[in-house]
């Protein structure tokens, strides 16, 4: 398409060239051809857009059943995914989702592949890719977006009670914000980039989706220290990131299985949906 865009631009040039030069011959030959690369352009749009709608069926329909079986891998992956991206609001880098998702590297790779291509096989296509870039498939984007903001409680919604409990704008739930939001898996796995947020304090939500609760943390300024957690580099921004992996054992709850610092100290608030 993008070839096809070039050309009939070229050509367009060269037409308007032929005008002021008062060439007629080449006048006409350029304007056919600049009607028969236009209706082929059409005809690729309209084909493009056809071809892709079995797939959007697909996407609306699988998708759903797929939030109904959380133990799957392709609903985990794109869990992953709108959590880490803020709910779509940035691309993430594959390896980070990679992480996120907790599956093995191997088993990560066939589904993820099975997410972002159009073949009678995959799962179905919720994901483009770009440099290593992830985002939602724009075609699908919007209807993915509401199934998780109609259907789980996120980092939007937590932050807006919080809020409302605290009585004030407190909580920035934007991807550059102050608070970070994760779901009860093996563990609270959080991610957090070393920057100037962390020199303030700094809000964490754990959700539990069997309980229908969250908790939320109001972790003090500069708690976040290099010499203290667990760091690798995000090679995406050049910047240090903490992992922060939260049991919740009952003799260990809410303890970073790495520093071994008990955020438990920390909980505000839990509160019930």
């Given at each position: 398409?993008?070839?096809?865009?070039?050309?009939?631009?070229?050509?367009?040039?060269?037409?308007?060239?032929?005008?002021?030069?008062?060439?007629?011959?080449?006048?006409?030959?350029?304007?056919?051809?600049?009607?028969?690369?236009?209706?082929?352009?059409?005809?690729?749009?309209?084909?493009?857009?056809?071809?892709?709608?079995?797939?959007?069926?697909?996407?609306?329909?699988?998708?759903?059943?797929?939030?109904?079986?959380?133990?799957?891998?392709?609903?985990?992956?794109?869990?992953?995914?709108?959590?880490?991206?803020?709910?779509?609001?940035?691309?993430?880098?594959?390896?980070?989702?990679?992480?996120?998702?907790e599956i093995e590297p191997k088993t990560?790779?066939?589904?993820?592949?099975?997410?972002?291509?159009?073949?009678?096989?995959?799962?179905?296509?919720?994901?483009?890719?770009?440099?290593?870039?992830?985002?939602?498939?724009?075609?699908?984007?919007?209807?993915?977006?509401?199934?998780?903001?109609?259907?789980?409680?996120?980092?939007?919604?937590?932050?807006?009670?919080?809020?409302?409990?605290?009585?004030?704008?407190?909580?920035?739930?934007?991807?550059?914000?102050?608070?970070?939001?994760?779901?009860?898996?093996?563990?609270?796995?959080?991610?957090?980039?070393?920057?100037?947020?962390?020199?303030?304090?700094?809000?964490?939500?754990?959700?539990?989706?069997?309980?229908?609760?969250?908790?939320?943390?109001?972790?003090?300024?500069?708690?976040?220290?290099?010499?203290?957690?667990?760091?690798?580099?995000?090679?995406?921004?050049?910047?240090?990131?903490?992992?922060?992996?939260?049991?919740?054992?009952?003799?260990?709850?809410?303890?970073?299985?790495?520093?071994?610092?008990?955020?438990?100290?920390?909980?505000?608030?839990?509160?019930?949906?």
């Open positions: 398409m993008k070839k096809l865009e070039e050309a009939l631009s070229l050509v367009t040039e060269l037409h308007s060239h032929s005008i002021i030069n008062k060439d007629k011959y080449y006048t006409d030959k350029l304007l056919q051809i600049i009607i028969n690369l236009s209706t082929i352009d059409e005809e690729l749009a309209n084909y493009s857009n056809d071809s892709h709608q079995d797939e959007i069926d697909k996407v609306k329909r699988k998708v759903p059943k797929w939030m109904k079986k959380t133990h799957q891998s392709n609903y985990k992956i794109l869990e992953a995914y709108m959590e880490l991206s803020n709910y779509n609001e940035v691309a993430m880098n594959v390896n980070e989702l990679e992480k996120q998702s990560f790779l066939g589904h993820y592949n099975a997410m972002k291509t159009i073949s009678k096989r995959n799962h179905a296509k919720v994901f483009e890719e770009t440099n290593k870039k992830v985002s939602l498939w724009k075609p699908v984007a919007g209807f993915i977006e509401e199934l998780f903001e109609g259907e789980e409680m996120n980092k939007k919604k937590a932050s807006l009670i919080v809020n409302e409990y605290l009585g004030k704008e407190v909580l920035n739930p934007k991807n550059n914000g102050n608070v970070k939001f994760s779901n009860k898996k093996d563990v609270y796995w959080i991610n957090i980039h070393i920057d100037l947020r962390l020199s303030s304090e700094f809000h964490i939500i754990l959700n539990d989706k069997d309980k229908r609760e969250f908790t939320y943390l109001l972790i003090p300024e500069k708690l976040f220290e290099k010499a203290i957690f667990k760091t690798r580099l995000d090679k995406t921004n050049g910047l240090d990131k903490i992992d922060i992996k939260l049991s919740y054992d009952t003799h260990n709850y809410l303890e970073d299985i790495e520093s071994k610092i008990q955020f438990s100290k920390f909980i505000l608030k839990v509160f019930k949906y």
